[in-house]
């Protein structure tokens, strides 16, 4: 069977969007890590499929992981999703997602790019896991490293190492490791359980990132300025002591490509 798909990237975290609106489409986990192989597939950090939702929702939103396992909320991936359904002809976008429900805006549209803002959901009792490092639940679970270089940081062995720690149960965790810039401004590079590598940026690693470095700084900024190794992202909230509301990951959502894959 033949199955179309379109292919995008969010600041270099990419993903295959499907349409499933129909309900057709059952994919089995060993064909959804085929797909994102990069050597034997089409190549992504994730697979997504669009599909309906009972009211007040839009669409709702099933996210996988490359090795083909169920994955958790995706920030970069909510964001393509959303730029996806408006390419479908889906305007309103209120949806839902294993976290919850999530609103997101277009601000910006230009040939194969989209400006997203996504609403994340409220994020409380940010933990100190060992004073210089946080747990932080942005609908996935990051741990939040702070770094002097974090270019010279190793990802791939640091990331793994603490991905796979004893303290974070057999599920695991995100690994970020966050340098901080300037005021407001941070370098973030992010170990992905589920890709099990480094990804090009994280959405939601990202966001947990600057939610931890205004609990670790103590400043009251509301907007923060991501780098990644793929793009830029900004994340704003509302702080009111280890509660965040009102949070937003903004950023681009790029359509790199479409076509039919083989199943």
């Known amino acids: 069977m033949k199955l179309p798909f379109c292919k995008y990237h969010g600041a270099g975290n990419d993903f295959i969007l499907i349409d ?6 059952q994919l089995s986990g060993n064909q959804i890590n085929t797909m994102c192989h990069r050597r034997f597939g089409i190549g992504a950090d994730g697979l997504m499929l669009i599909e309906s939702a009972p009211l007040p929702y839009s669409y709702s939103m099933n996210f996988y992981n490359s090795d083909g396992t169920a994955g958790t909320m995706c920030g970069n991936g909510g964001r393509c999703l959303v730029a996806f359904a408006e390419s479908l002809g889906l305007k309103d976008h209120f949806f839902y997602s294993i976290d919850g429900a999530h609103r997101a805006y277009i601000l910006e549209k230009s040939g194969n790019y989209t400006k997203v803002r996504l609403e994340l959901n409220d994020v409380e009792g940010v933990r100190n896991y060992d004073g210089n490092s946080f747990v932080v639940d942005t609908g996935s679970l ?15 062995s640091e990331g793994k190492f603490w991905r796979w720690h004893k303290d974070f149960g057999k599920e695991g965790i995100n690994v ?5 810039l300037d005021r407001g401004y941070l370098f973030v590079r992010t170990f992905e359980r589920g890709v099990e590598d480094e990804t090009w940026a994280c959405g939601t690693g990202s966001t947990a990132a600057a939610i931890a470095t205004s609990v670790f700084t103590g400043n009251d900024l509301t907007r923060w300025f991501i780098q990644t190794k793929g793009g830029n992202l900004e994340v704003e909230f509302q702080k009111k002591d280890n509660s965040f509301r009102d949070v937003f990951l903004t950023g681009g959502a790029v359509r790199v490509f479409e076509g039919e894959v083989e199943i």
């Open 20 to 25: 499933n609106m129909s309900g057709d489409h």
């Open 142 to 156: 990051h741990l939040v490293k702070f770094v002097s270089d974090v270019q010279a940081v190793d990802v791939a």
């Open 176 to 180: 970020n490791f966050v340098e901080i």
